[in-house]
């Protein structure tokens, strides 16, 4: 029984790791940010709210995301565990998250924080490409998919998002800076987060994160 939270800077690669997570230990991997983007995708109502911010780089409001969690949460296949990616992103989010599992009396078994410093992050968000259809990630340098501009796994389009323009960037890691960092002393101060150095290359990565999380 695993339930985790991802944490870090943009660009730390949590997108990468949550889709090696979810295979290893089989729980729904819940990020926040693809919601978003499915939305935007399908024209919904919350898609043309959450766009607006997201463009700029800025957080959708709380209001927006804390029932939209809630919600997953309560879904039959989180029953054995889950992966929040991108989400909580605010000191609100997280006291709403303790709130929720309280009530549930379940408790998160690691938050996990990935972290970089700022001159790495912004070269990798620079280059970064994302598959349209299946959500792959890539890189222009790092990890280029074997065809340029088609996905590996699922032939689909690979495009940059918008929020990955150098102007957004700058100000996703202000947004960053200000409201989600705080959340690392959330956590330090109820005592499950484990800090791993997210520069020492995808496959340590993982393999720290396994070693810690266990089987
Ligand atoms: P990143 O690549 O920085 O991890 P995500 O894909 O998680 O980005 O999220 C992209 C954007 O979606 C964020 O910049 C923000 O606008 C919005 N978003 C995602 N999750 C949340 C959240 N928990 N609270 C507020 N906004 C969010
Ligand atoms: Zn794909």
Known sequence: MCRLVLLGP??????????????????????TGDIFRMNIKEGTALGKKAKEFMDKGELVPDSLVVDLVRDRLEAEDCKNGFLLDGFPRTVYQAEELD??????????????????????????????????????????????????GICDRCGGEVYQRADDTEETVKNRFEVYNKQTK?????????????HIDGTIGLENVFASIVRIVGA
Do not use: W
Request: charged fraction near 25%.
């Open 182 to 194: 705080p959340l690392v002393e959330y956590y330090e101060n109820a005592g499950n987060i484990v």
């Open 99 to 148: 709130k929720y599992l309280s009530e549930k009396n379940l408790n998160l078994t690691k938050v996990i924080d990935i972290y970089a410093g700022e001159d790495v992050l912004f070269e990798r968000m620079i280059g970064r490409r994302v598959c349209k259809n299946c959500g792959a990630p890539y890189h222009i340098k790092n990890m280029p998919p074997k065809k340029e």
């Open 10 to 31: 943009p660009g730390a690669g949590k997108g990468t790791q949550a889709v090696k997570i979810v295979e290893e230990y089989q729980i729904p991997h819940i990020s």
